[in-house]
């Protein structure tokens, strides 16, 4: 597969703007089609271990009912076994689930820079005259802060897989390790260990999972914003001990895909917020869907902040906090709004319009 292009740092003209954005079209497809065909080899992968973990647990499930009469040696193989398909297992289907969240986030790039190109493809007489250079600089703009986002994003991603994922599971294995020396010099302790491992497996598949959740929920696609967003929402509050209210008001249904990513990843970025930084104890959310499109509004009891200071330093340190996050709404033609000061909280709405809302 193609590495990740790096973030682009070179000023384009209007005039490099078109090519560079054809050629980040088209390396974006050679990865969803390499992409495409490594998602149907896990999926294949996946249906077989899980087949075979089944089978496995099983024949573990068969020998604990008779344990005692079992030689050690044929114990330890058993469980070493089941550990090795379980393991195996978890760690194939949750690399399938992050090919399909990354074939997702792609293709919607794609989508991005092809409304990208059809908007330089067309006649001149559609631009209003004088404008034509700062809109295309101004694209140019936007995009190269897309890019850089993205592999911002990637980093961070990265960092949370060593930092979480990876480490857990490297611990499985010593513990596995420790496990088999002990078989035959002390069978009790090897037991105590094995109950040990299991929980282990148990709490490391946890932590997968809500990673997982967190890269990309899958439920976003099956069920929806609202659903979605409710679960979020409770495991937020459980986790960060901040409690939540959570109102969802106006019509339920569909959206299109972007309009429901681009909210979830707002209200994840907003409540995380929340917890680094608010010392809140209490947060309101509210998701309102109308005619007029979506509103959500996202109010904390915290310590608030000067906002003019905030945004100012978050340009001088070029993150991409609050910054990225106004760019994105406003890409989509909506506004966003913040209310805060120290010591009175921080109420945040944004809107999106929604075309084919009746």
Request: glycine share 4%; charged share 25%; hydrophobic share 40%.
């Amino acid at each position: 597969m193609n590495e990740p292009s790096k973030p682009v740092q070179e000023r384009l003209s209007p005039k490099q703007l078109p090519e560079r954005l054809r050629q980040e079209h088209e390396r974006a497809r050679r990865e969803a089609r390499e992409l495409e065909l490594l998602i149907r080899q896990s999926t294949v992968e996946v249906e077989r271990l899980s087949q075979h973990n089944t089978q496995v647990t099983n024949r573990v499930r068969q020998m604990e009912a008779t344990l005692d009469t079992l030689p050690r040696e044929h114990i330890r193989e058993m469980y070493t076994q089941a550990l090795d398909t379980q393991l195996r297992f978890l760690m194939m289907r949750g690399q399938l689930e992050q090919l399909q969240a990354k074939h997702q986030m792609l293709e919607r790039y794609i989508e991005m820079l092809q409304v990208a190109l059809d908007t330089f493809a067309a006649p001149a007489s559609e631009l209003q005259a004088g404008g034509e250079a700062s809109s295309e600089a101004a694209s140019g703009n936007s995009l190269i802060r897309i890019i850089n986002a993205q592999e911002a994003e990637r980093l961070l991603l990265a960092r949370r897989m060593h930092d979480g994922p990876a480490q857990a599971l490297t611990n499985l294995i010593l513990q596995a390790e420790i496990c088999e020396r002990l078989f035959d010099r002390d069978p009790v302790h090897a037991r105590e260990e094995l109950t040990n491992l299991k929980e282990s497996v148990q709490q490391t598949f946890e932590k997968v999972r809500s990673f997982i959740f967190d890269l990309r929920p899958m439920m976003l696609d099956d069920l929806g914003l609202n659903p979605t967003i409710k679960r979020y929402v409770q495991d937020f509050e459980a986790k960060s001990g901040i409690v939540c209210q959570l109102s969802l008001t106006g019509r339920e249904q569909r959206l299109p895909n972007y309009i429901e990513i681009t909210v979830f990843r707002a209200l994840q970025a907003l409540l995380s917020n929340v917890q680094r930084h608010s010392h809140a104890t209490r947060v309101d959310i509210t998701l309102n869907l109308d005619a007029q499109g979506l509103t959500v509004r996202v109010e904390d009891d915290g310590v608030g902040f000067n906002l003019d200071e905030v945004m100012s330093a978050a340009r001088q340190r070029k993150t991409l906090g609050l910054i990225t996050l106004i760019e994105q709404i406003e890409l989509l033609g909506g506004t966003i709004t913040f209310d805060s000061a120290p010591g009175r909280g921080t109420h945040v709405r944004f809107h999106l319009p929604i075309v084919g809302i009746t």
